[in-house]
């Protein structure tokens, strides 16, 4: 079937099973293998993307569901000549080991601060307790997120 | 980010962050290709049997279909294996874990593949199974192996210190105990995988998520009778591996797939529920300790049986065993020590390699052994520890002089006088109602590299490239350690250049060389190493050419300066670019070998390993835990960590904090919730929603002190620290569950049903 939506800012048509799953279209269709999956049974949240701005996990979404959605992946969520903060404080913070899990991470993270721009480091924790990162032990993830906030804060 | 010198001692950020942040990095799981073919294994789902039939007609007449392999269609010796050779590519006669690959199918989607999989005819006519050590032991037991001399024991060893066992007699105190650990799996998020092809020239390209490219290149080589000059294998950043990808996984199946794929790529890779079903795993243990101490809390001697389930294939299990059986007596200071092991084949799930190598599991065992002592003596568990800790000179519990850097002693001491230990007794009595506090503390260590009768080396290979920039080629996989960083500073270091001239090549086997695998806490110490001299002499080749240029007649007068050699007395530089395109192609790359040094004691014991025993460097730790015990359900609630460790000089203060916190966050799920639940050799619990790894709510915040220390033989004094972590958490957690209940536990993990029932049973008993 043909489905319409936008990703990453574009307007897309996709031509696809409407049973195939999201994850695998971003990837295979679309090239935007930043989308990790790391269990397929949605427990682990490394292949969660923003649908309408909201962190879905793209290995339970089918093709069909993307239509006349806005979806954002990793490659989205920075723009071409500048990192998103939470890309930069991941850097900066320490909060990358293997990385697999950190793309999945920084999106979920993104729809955290934008449901509570002001969280608290056990908002953050249990904001990101659907990603599971296996190298990190999640407190530099911590630490990145709340000084992103902080950021966020003192610049507003 | 401006542009800054990667310097030794500063928290560098990662090299490669940028590109894993924005999703830009290749992982082998990122690569597919035009026209790709997908290949699957089909797997026992027997976790003993005679193969009788595997009949694939049906799935060869499913359309897009390509091909489908048995184990007749291996055209080498069909065995894989790091030490023995005794795992089939694809089993043949026999299966002997539920893991087995039986056959192999191409087909040009994944729907089809699976399709084809479920259309494969298997027969296996069962055999009685061994599931336990136990049952692996018995005279007439069946065998997983029948060709093998010691029926299922694939290594009994010894290791004598001393007077042995017979030093228990005279001892004051006399303890004894038996633990048993669980089987663990990795659970790194990128499953195991990688992309193959042939290409005209008849080579096959291996992609893949490995720790040992280079040694698969030999496994591949050895199972399917290709010649090594007919492999490339190229081994990009791993999205997690902790030693379970340290050995074949889908490589030599894969090679086996390119040859039937006409050229076109073939891809693999293992779902979640394939990757616990035939990943490697930690092994499960069974530990018996007597432990013999004078009433001063002096420890005297120790005897201990160590019997490791190894799984249906060896792996590394005989080495994991004798890293265990090397640790056995803890940091300690035991005159005489008797350690048997056993590593024992059964008909479970392939036990291997994983982070803390063994260690983790008899480091429950010694320090529960601890904190038994100081109970039984009415001493302070901490003050107990330290006063039996190893210093530099002394001789540790396997007979070794410890020559080198020695800081458990330093460790406990950092322990001791943090906030959390001082003022625990007050912070023990806030628990609310229904609720328990205790803290718990735990002395751990792990040796670092092959050890002796395995050379630990590598070669280090570094490049002015034309256009004036510095190229690493790092023949050691990272894993997401962070080795690949402590490079580019090292670099950055001694040639002097910023971050953004640096580049790094990951392992490829045409453009890197052999430096051996990406484990047992090594790759910056051996690789570092070889990479300080090979950058030495490319900095002294790029004064010296410089001097050429500049009209120089002294080399003292030159520095090399970020994109430029400088003449400091006249003021006259070069840049690098023009200095690299006067120099020789061969006269721009330096390459350099280290190999770490070992043992000089001659050792009377342990003759039964041919590899991997004993170990010259250790790196040492001291771990607090503050736990809250929920009387009602029995739950654990990790509230503060703490870990002081030795790992001599920190080259990089971020990556080396990753390390310690990561390792914990293992061990905390290691203590409390992960276990591998077999019945009969199947797993009965191969997703995450029933084997449970610990998530951001579940890991405490982990204060890291650096202990400092200075190792001779580092690289800038550094040793490894990427496992010591990994054993603390799980002693440490139960030692505090002693101390907040009374309860001692022998069998881990510590789930809040055995706690409960533990602190039921205690009710019972007046």
Redesign the interface.
């Given at each position: 079937m043909t489905i319409h939506f936008i990703l990453n800012g574009k307007k897309t048509t996709l031509d696809a099973p409407p049973d195939r799953r999201a994850v695998d279209v971003l990837?295979?269709d679309f090239?935007?293998?930043?989308?990790?999956e790391?269990?397929?049974?949605g427990?682990?949240g490394?292949c969660t993307i923003l649908v309408d701005g909201e962190s879905r996990l793209s290995c339970l979404i089918l093709a069909a569901q993307l239509a006349g959605r806005e979806i954002t992946?990793?490659?989205g969520?920075?723009n071409e000549d500048r990192?998103h903060p939470l890309?930069d404080a991941?850097?900066?913070d320490?909060a990358?080991?293997?990385?697999?899990?950190?793309?999945g991470m920084?999106v979920s993270a993104t729809a955290l601060l934008n449901r509570n721009p002001h969280p608290t480091?056990a908002d953050?924790?249990?904001g990101?307790?659907?990603?599971?990162?296996?190298?990190?032990?999640?407190?530099?993830?911590?630490d990145a997120v709340e000084a992103t906030a902080r950021r966020e804060e003192e610049t507003t | 980010?401006n542009p800054y010198i990667p310097e030794i001692g500063k928290?560098v950020?990662?090299a490669?962050?940028?590109a894993?942040?924005?999703?830009?990095?290749?992982?082998a799981?990122?690569y597919?290709g035009a026209n790709l073919v997908w290949a699957g294994v089909r797997r026992a789902g027997v976790a003993h049997g005679r193969i009788r039939l595997v009949d694939t007609a049906a799935a060869l007449q499913l359309s897009g279909v390509l091909a489908v392999l048995t184990g007749r269609d291996v055209p080498g010796t069909n065995r894989q294996g790091i030490v023995h050779k005794d795992q089939p590519v694809l089993a043949g006669e026999k299966v002997r874990h539920c893991g087995d690959a039986v056959a192999l199918v191409l087909a040009e989607d994944r729907a089809t593949l699976q399709k084809a999989l479920s259309l494969i005819h298997v027969e296996i006519e069962p055999l009685p199974g061994v599931f336990t050590v136990d049952d692996a032991l018995r005279p007439d037991a069946p065998l997983v192996h029948e060709e093998h001399p010691q029926g299922n024991v694939l290594l009994k060893a010894t290791i004598q210190a001393g007077d042995g066992q017979a030093a228990l007699e005279g001892c004051d105190i006399l303890l004894e105990e038996t633990f048993h650990v669980p089987v663990q799996s990795?659970?790194?998020?990128?499953?195991e995988n990688g992309i193959a092809w042939q290409e005209e020239d008849g080579k096959v390209v291996l992609v893949v998520s490995t720790q040992a490219p280079f040694r698969d290149k030999w496994e591949i080589s050895h199972a399917l009778g290709l010649p090594l000059d007919r492999l490339r294998i190229i081994g990009p950043?791993?999205?997690?591996?902790?030693g379970g990808k340290d050995g074949a996984t889908v490589q030599c199946l894969l090679v086996l797939a390119a040859l039937h794929a006409g050229g076109r790529r073939v891809k693999m890779w293992w779902?979640?529920e394939e990757s616990f079903i035939a990943g490697y795993k930690r092994h499960a243990v069974r530990m018996h300790y007597r432990l013999g101490a004078r009433s001063d809390g002096t420890l005297h001697a120790l005897h201990c049986r160590l019997y490791y389930d190894t799984g249906a294939y060896a792996h590394l299990g005989g080495e994991v065993m004798a890293l265990g059986m090397e640790h056995a007596g803890g940091p300690y200071r035991i005159p005489h020590t008797r350690i048997e092991g056993w590593c024992v084949y059964t008909n479970n799930p392939i036990a291997g390699a994983m982070r803390g190598f063994g260690v983790a599991q008899v480091s429950f065992a010694f320090e529960r052994m601890m904190d038994l002592l100081a109970g039984k003596l009415g001493m302070d568990p901490l003050e107990l520890r330290l006063k039996n800790a190893l210093r530099r000179g002394d001789r540790n519990a396997v007979g070794v002089t410890l020559t080198q850097s020695t800081g458990i002693a330093d460790c406990l001491a950092a322990a001791q006088q943090h906030p959390l230990w001082r003022e625990r007794k007050v912070w023990k009595k806030g628990a609310g109602p229904f609720r328990k506090r205790g803290v718990g503390v735990a002395a751990v260590f792990n040796a670092m590299g092959y050890g002796r009768g395995l050379p630990d080396s590598a070669l280090a290979k570094v490049e002015l490239t034309p256009e004036g920039r510095i190229r690493v080629y790092s023949g050691v996989s990272d894993?997401?350690?962070?080795n690949a960083t402590a490079f580019v500073q090292i670099a950055g270091q001694i040639l002097c250049q910023e971050h953004t001239a640096i580049e790094l090549v990951q392992p490829h086997t045409e453009r890197t060389l052999p430096s051996g695998s990406s484990s047992a806490s090594r790759t910056t110490y051996t690789y570092g190493n070889a990479l300080i001299k090979a950058c030495e002499e490319l900095r002294r080749r790029l004064t010296g050419r410089a001097a050429l240029m500049l009209l120089s007649d002294t080399l003292d007068d030159l520095e090399l300066l970020p994109g430029r050699v400088k003449n400091l007395a006249s003021g006259r530089e070069i840049p690098l670019t023009s200095l690299a395109a006067m120099m020789a192609p061969e006269d721009r790359v330096c390459i350099s070998q280290f190999l770490m040094p070992v043992v000089r004691d001659k050792l009377d014991t342990g003759k039964e390993f041919v590899i991997g025993f004993p170990h010259l460097l250790f790196s040492y730790a001291a771990h607090l835990v503050c736990i809250e015990v929920d009387e009602l359900t029995g739950a654990i609630d990790v509230k503060a960590y703490l870990a002081a460790t030795e790992a001599g000089r920190v080259l990089n203060p971020?990556?080396f904090?990753?390390q310690v916190?990561?390792?914990?966050?293992?061990g905390i799920g290691y203590a409390l919730s992960e276990e591998v639940l077999l019945q009969e050799g199947r797993i009965v619990n191969p997703?995450?929603?029933a084997y449970i790894?610990p998530?951001?709510?579940d890991?405490p915040?982990?204060v890291s002190l650096v202990v400092d220390a200075y190792e001779p033989s580092g690289p800038y004094g550094m040793k490894g620290v990427g496992e010591v972590g990994m054993n603390g958490p799980l002693p440490a957690i139960a030692g505090a569950l002693a101390d907040a209940c009374g309860i001692h536990m022998t069998r881990s993990p510590l789930t809040a049903e055995r706690v409960l029932t533990a602190m039921q049973k205690q009710q019972e008993t007046p």
């Open positions: 990837r295979e090239g935007l293998t930043g989308t990790k790391g269990c397929g049974a427990e682990c490394g992946t990793i490659e969520i920075s990192m890309q991941f850097i900066q320490g990358v080991q293997c990385g697999f899990c950190t793309p920084i480091r953050i924790r249990t990101l307790s659907g990603n599971l990162c296996r190298c990190t032990g999640y407190q530099k993830i911590v | 980010m928290p950020p990662r490669d962050a940028a894993k942040v924005t999703g830009a990095e290749k992982y799981v990122d597919y990795h659970a790194f998020i990128e499953t950043y791993l999205g997690g591996a902790f779902d979640r894993m997401g350690q962070g971020q990556t904090e990753q916190q990561g390792a914990i966050a293992q997703d995450f929603a790894i998530g951001a709510l890991i915040e982990i």
